[in-house]
């Protein structure tokens, strides 16, 4: 089993920034590719980036590109998500979660593991 962790959220105006943190404990030796997704009320809970272990490629949903980024720290076993340029739309509930086959593909479906999320709440 894996454990995920999120931290980081909070409140913030428009054009802020904020970085989450997501810690992971357990068998993290099976963490193949980790990714960050969000979900906000009444939606769907979609991708926002994802982070290969191995080869650190990245990928980014296009509504974030260019303002966030994925990042990680082996040494902590920590995955982060810097976002830059909020807007009132990325307000959501952000989860870290991480797949343990190969295949870095931002399908939620495929991801094994959750943590339980952090909010993060953007005003105009």
């Known amino acids: 089993q894996v454990q995920l962790v999120e931290s980081g959220g909070g409140s913030v105006q428009a054009g802020g920034s904020l970085r989450l943190s997501c810690a992971a404990s357990?068998?993290?030796?099976?963490?193949?590719?980790m990714g960050w997704f969000r979900q906000a009320p009444g939606k769907e809970r979609e991708g926002v980036a994802t982070f290969a272990r191995r080869g650190g490629s990245t990928s980014y949903a296009d509504s974030v590109k260019g303002r966030f980024i994925i990042s990680q720290d082996n040494a902590k076993n920590t995955l982060y998500l810097e976002m830059n340029s909020l807007k009132p739309e990325d307000t959501a509930m952000y989860y870290c979660?991480?797949?343990?086959?190969?295949?870095?593909?931002?399908?939620?479906?495929?991801?094994?593991?959750w943590g339980q999320g952090t909010q993060v709440t953007v005003s105009a």
């Open positions: 979660a991480a797949r343990v086959v190969p295949g870095c593909d931002m399908i939620r479906q495929l991801f094994r593991y």
């Open positions: 357990g068998y993290t030796y099976t963490m193949y590719c």
